[in-house]
């Protein structure tokens, strides 16, 4: 059976500039797309704030996907804003304003019949607050935690903390060579481990990720795309897959996590293919499960 | 019953700068790469010019590995010298000297008893000499052919005519964007193709190959390696072994390319290992095999 997934993390509204197009405020955030990812797979639990900005509009897209969100407080003020501008490679972002508004007091609070998901995805928040999910959550199977370089290099040590207190850590490779302070990624990669995680899975944009658990190294691919307009929420979307991937398997092995990173992978292709969320909100599951055989034909060798 | 592979290209000394150390003269260059990594599958043929400075130490090399020298000329002067650094992300050397020599005079003629090659590689040299070789050569089976940014950049139109007469284009990520004019790396892996050659391989360093065939593509990593030395030479021992296990195989389908893409990866990843050809002279078919394998732990999902 299918089990509940907890997503902690932030709902904003981006405006995003790349080469292919502007949109000002739309519906964006850490957990947003990652719910919106993982809610194909799973049911999906949201805990989260917003401000008096954030209407039926918004609401109706949790709704359509079934996000339950009786942990999404309401906070008077405005919600998240994130404006940002990719060049041509699309690698990075480039933040040209950060206004944290109602998030800047976002204190995390667990709803009781959120208290026992069985799976659990930390977005990228302070790392203090992540830790606080962590202590009023009773047992959960798996927790993977996200970060960035603005936490890593502002509270390091609490960034640690947080990490030895979960199983999966995913982070970009240039967040996962600050942290361990280390160029070479393969040992970056063991001196996380060695903070505590069992596994952690390295995103790298169009080159894919990289899963490392101390015993055995995973690769899978980005998917070769034509056409990548926005790559905002990518990262979330994999994460979402991933997870919802997971929760549905319902197994914890190699083989489920190996899964769980191409179903990630999918979601964020599709993700990139179009401005926010419209593509991942127009998508069914064959057309998720057909991208999935596709990551096969593009990978293996042995058996084609 | 495994074809002869006919390679041409540089010999080269190499001066090599990496964090991890510095060697002078270090016996290298195109030709020499990927003669030796194509040995370990497949007899090779070697065209190349070399001079005085040349001598019974680096003969003893191809003769260790039964590269056949016949068509390796020796000049009045200096053999072809490079100076090169890398930094800490190793992924792109700085020139810091190049002193042609010999190399300048090159106009590569085929002995008679290499006409019949099945197997031909076309190291980076000057494309209208790449031409001239392909048009001293009989029928063969596979031609493949690098280039590099200074000929892309400076006769670009002689690029694309030699690569409307091979079979398989090898060049790296940014010459692909860089010869077609086009950002995203799919749309430029199309307009390559449209130029004539029936595949295309994009080398993308610490992120492995693409290889396009405008039907499908298939994606495969670089080992995760802990030591990485001195990149000097990934990318020819990659396309000698991809030309090595593909002569060896003797069949011409997506699956034997698909395994010559990992056999090349599986030479490149040694070869970054130590300084020079080091790793590469001390190498076992077993050692190969072995990391073949592990090859395909890395990458499949559904076969574990």
Redesign the interface.
């Known amino acids: 059976m299918s089990g509940s997934i907890l997503i902690v993390g932030s709902v904003a509204f981006d405006s995003v500039k790349t080469p292919f197009g502007e949109e000002d405020d739309i519906f964006g955030g850490t957990a947003t797309y990652s719910s919106v990812s993982a809610s194909f797979f799973s049911p999906v639990r949201l805990v989260a704030v917003v401000g008096d900005d954030f209407g039926e509009k918004e609401m109706d897209v949790f709704r359509k996907h079934k996000v339950d969100t009786e942990g999404l407080t309401r906070m008077p003020g405005k919600t998240f804003r994130w404006k940002g501008e990719y060049g ?2 699309l690698n990075e972002a480039r933040t040209l304003d950060t206004q944290l508004n109602v998030f800047e007091k976002f204190d995390p609070v667990i709803p009781e019949q959120y208290r026992s998901s069985e799976y659990v995805f930390l977005g990228n928040i302070d790392p203090d607050l992540q830790l606080s999910v962590l202590q009023q959550i009773k047992r959960p199977r798996i927790v993977a935690c996200d970060s960035m370089n603005y936490w890593i290099k502002g509270k390091p040590e609490a960034v640690k903390r947080t990490f030895s207190h979960v199983d999966i850590v995913v982070i970009n490779e240039a967040e996962t060579r600050m942290l361990a302070n280390e ?5 970056a990669a ?1 001196k996380i481990l060695a903070m505590g995680p069992k596994t952690l899975i390295v995103k ?1 944009g ?3 990720v ?1 899963m490392f658990n101390g015993t ?6 980005a998917f ?5 307009f926005d790559p905002t929420g990518a990262g979330d979307s994999f994460a979402g897959g991933f997870m919802g991937a997971l929760a549905q398997e319902g197994t914890v092995n ?2 489920a996590f ?2 769980g ?2 179903y990630g992978s999918v979601m964020a292709s599709f993700n990139v293919e179009q401005f926010g969320l419209k593509r991942l909100t127009g998508l069914t599951r064959s057309d998720i499960d057909s991208r999935f055989y596709q ?10």
Do not use: M
């Not at 160029?183 to 040992?187: A, E, I, P």
């Not at 070769?224 to 990548?228: A, G, I, Q, R």
């Not at 990551?295 to 084609?304: D, I, Q, R, Y």
């Open positions: 041509y490679d160029s070479n990624l393969v040992r063991n790298r169009e080159y894919g990289l055995s190294v995973f690769a899978a691919p070769p795309l034509e056409d990548v190699e083989r190996r899964r990173i191409i990551f096969k034909a593009l990978t293996h060798f042995e058996e084609l």
